[in-house]
């Protein structure tokens, strides 16, 4: 069956640096895009950015340029988000997630995301 | 803030019907995705595109689009509908090519 499955939480100091990843299984990892989507506590959820692990392509949220990077290891079916200079205002459960590519019905797009990782807690306090 | 707007709460009565909201520009070109997510657990996909309904989802979730605006529908709600509602479209822009609603708590009375 696909599953992503994520890295254990992480407790950060201010402006540290953090790695999560993400091992998807079931599937060829370079046969879909994935979405890294984060939630801090008691809000919604935010996406931070997409990898195309096949071309090595990624797109950040503009709040996070500079400050994320996306990466993948094809052989292992791995793919890495790093954040650097970790705040506060970085706590939040951190989830992978499949990109299904975009398909036409009655002239519309749909797309969807299905399946998300268990999420990792990343808590950056002094 | 999301570029997709939803209510923030909704309750509905054990077995009635409840309609959840998703408004956003972005929805006249891509349909809605719909994800439960309910307290301490990853978001799971419900409803997605005109008709579509993931597989081991109840038939009791369905979806419409008019316009700038998605609905989500449980019929007969259970106890067990009892989450939060996220939706989520591809954007209309670079700044933000993905976008994701609020969400929106589901109370079942």
């Known amino acids: 069956q696909v599953q992503l499955v994520q890295s254990g939480p992480e407790v950060k100091k201010p402006g540290a640096s953090l790695k999560v990843s993400c091992r998807a299984s079931?599937?060829?990892?370079?046969?879909?895009?994935l979405y890294w989507v984060r939630q801090a506590p008691g809000q919604g959820l935010e996406w931070v950015g997409w990898i195309n692990p096949k071309t090595g392509e990624t797109k950040y949220a503009w709040s996070f340029q500079g400050r994320v990077t996306l990466t993948s290891d094809t052989s292992n079916n791995i793919v890495y988000m790093e954040m650097s200079r970790l705040t506060s205002e970085d706590t939040a459960v951190y989830y992978c997630?499949?990109?299904?590519?975009?398909?036409?019905?009655?002239?519309?797009?749909?797309?969807?995301?299905?399946?998300w990782g268990q999420g990792t807690l990343v808590t950056v306090s002094a | 803030s999301s570029e997709l707007t939803q209510g923030p709460a909704v309750s509905v009565a054990l077995g009635q019907t409840v309609t959840i909201t998703c408004q956003g520009a972005s929805l006249r070109t891509f349909y809605a995705s719909w994800y439960q997510q309910k307290p301490g657990q990853a978001p799971v996909l419900v409803f997605y595109g005109k008709t579509n309904r993931p597989s081991g989802i109840s038939d009791r979730f369905s979806g419409s689009s008019s316009g700038d605006t998605a609905s989500l529908t449980i019929t007969g709600a259970q106890a067990e509908d009892e989450a939060d509602y996220f939706c989520?479209?591809?954007?209309?822009?670079?700044?933000?090519?993905?976008?994701f609603g609020g969400g929106t708590k589901l109370t079942v009375l």
């Open positions: 997630a499949r990109d299904q590519p975009p398909l036409y019905e009655d002239w519309v797009v749909k797309t969807w995301i299905d399946p």
């Open positions: 079931g599937y060829n990892l370079i046969d879909y895009s």
């Open positions: 989520n479209s591809r954007g209309n822009s670079d700044i933000h090519p993905v976008v």
